[in-house]
């Protein structure tokens, strides 16, 4: 018999989100594109009189908003898409919070000599239009606010349609922190209903001078098309390979930690992996001590079925299960198990291989040599550029398939997601801007040089 009570509580608190995103008095959020971009338009006026230090004082707010709220967005989010795993988006929301960098990303330099004296500054670009996705919706959002902010630009946000709701969420807390901190109202707006019309709006609108989006190659050719200066983030399809000399117990450990990252969302996580014949026992037997489920035979080609769609000889994702927990392609098979990550063997053409899938589930090929996996991989990345990983303690072979796959964000040793500052050094991102080549985007990225010169005087020496 069915649990009143529970029953009772998933009630209330659906409703209770409801109403958060439905509210009409979220900050910065519109009815129409128009009206956003004349909001925004007036607030960039005002913001070109803010000092750097009044922008750090905004950024620091929204890094305190996020941190606090951060459980909630993720709950949200959860809740909206039906994608990803609410434990690992609150760790995203913490890292967005913490390692994205602000002002200080902001190097100016300074060439002195006998003809005096010229400085170089990182100027914001104005009013920026960014796309978001739904795979990493509010962390988007608040990423891009605080390095577009911290560059002096004001944001125009168009969110993926199936994420409207907890994207403007997160425009309403980015706008919250920066009220709170005495900045001015409307510096980041959205719309209540994003569509391909409001998105096209942005993009030809003269009040807004930079593009950025996070998507497919189709938004990114979009953008690039546009005529004005463009960051684009797109697709990826990462491999990774074990070979013969790595720490074998902690790559199966890193790998199932990678790959099963918020159900495979990230567009960095492991999505096949090419292992050496010598030791493919051996991982594949740690992943299953590390949580991860070995599907096979039959079940594999069931497994296709469920996860992909075959149209004139081509396979794509079935979209309704992209980013669902491990456990329910399973049950769907009518296995009763909860692991992490599914793992199954597959030969290199296999489209598990060749489809970026963005779900729970990892590819393994078994090859002869170093050589036959970086090939076998750098053909899976299908030249997106986007990020590699290895596994291994020979520098040559790091070498070699870091020169031949050509990826921005390449991960030697560790889980996927150090690549963007999480066990990792460095600075995160959610717009990693590969086909454009900022790379892991900041605040510098939103910006563009503006040069002072002053011929003789202004020497001491």
Known sequence: ???????????????????????????????????????????????????????EKMIAEIRRLTLEEAEEMAKLGVEETGMGRVSDKI??????????????DLEPKVKTGDQGLTLVEMAPFGVIGSITPSTNPSETVICNSIGMI???????????????????????????GILAAGGPENLVVSVKNPTMETSNIMVKSPLVRMLVATGGPGVVKMLLSSGKKAIGAGAGNPPVIVDDTADIEKAASDIVKGSSFDNNLPCIAEKECFVLNSVADELIAGMQKSGAYLLKGADVDRLLKVALVEKDGKFGINKKWVGKDARLFLKELGIDADPRLIICETDEMHPFVQVEMMMPILPIVRVANIEDAIMMAVKAEHGNRHSAHIHSKNVDRLT???RAVETTIFVKNAPSYAGIGAGGEGHTTFTIAGPTGEGLTSARSFTRQRRCVMADGLHIV
Do not use: C, W
């Open 400 to 402: 070699a398939f870091a």
């Open 1 to 55: 018999m069915v649990d009143e009570k529970y029953i009772s509580r998933i009630v209330e608190s659906v409703i209770q989100n409801i109403d958060v995103v439905a509210d009409k008095n979220l900050k910065g959020v519109f009815d129409t594109m128009e009206e956003a971009l004349e909001a925004v338009s007036k607030a960039y006026v005002q913001y070109k009189s803010y000092t750097v230090e009044q922008r």
């Open 150 to 176: 911290a560059g002096g630009n004001a944001v125009v946000f168009n969110p993926h349609p199936n994420a409207k709701n907890i994207a403007n969420y997160a425009v309403d807390l980015v706008n919250r």
């Open 91 to 104: 760790i995203k929301h913490q890292l967005v919070a913490n390692k994205t960098p602000g002002t200080e």
